[in-house]
């Protein structure tokens, strides 16, 4: 099983990102993703998770309104638009794939990749 993040990188505050999951090995179809962030000497948090159809989405608080996840079943693959950027969403973000629907324990996703770097300048 490998997931694949990309897309992060530099961005000032207010501008946008999109990061990309890629996952193989597993039936992408049949599992929940979610993504989590660990902010530079914290703990790991969740930020958002879609359900395996992709009908259903979660976020939280702190990003609700300005993130939307999305896959692409056919393709393997889960995206996060990330609008409005602020120096506090600064972490390494990673995907993560579970069958624990709408969990957003990171202990309920067996499945992680290596995380993507993002760093939001003031």
């Known amino acids: 099983v490998q997931l694949v993040e990309s897309g992060g990188g530099l961005v000032q505050a207010g501008n946008s990102l999109r990061l990309t999951c890629i996952v193989s090995?597993?039936?992408?179809?049949?599992?929940?993703i979610a993504w989590f962030r660990q902010p530079p000497g914290k703990e790991r948090e969740f930020v958002s998770l879609i359900s395996r159809s992709g009908a259903s989405t979660y976020y939280s608080d702190s990003v609700k309104g300005r993130f939307t996840t999305s896959r692409d079943n056919a393709k393997n693959t889960m995206y996060l638009q990330m609008n409005s950027l602020k120096p506090e969403d600064t972490a390494v973000y990673y995907c993560?794939?579970?069958?624990?629907?709408?969990?957003?324990?990171?202990?309920?996703?067996?499945?992680w990749g290596q995380g993507t770097l993002v760093t939001v300048s003031s």
């Open positions: 090995g597993l039936g992408f179809s049949t599992y929940d």
């Open positions: 993560a794939a579970g069958r624990v629907a709408y969990s957003t324990s990171p202990r309920a996703y067996p499945y």
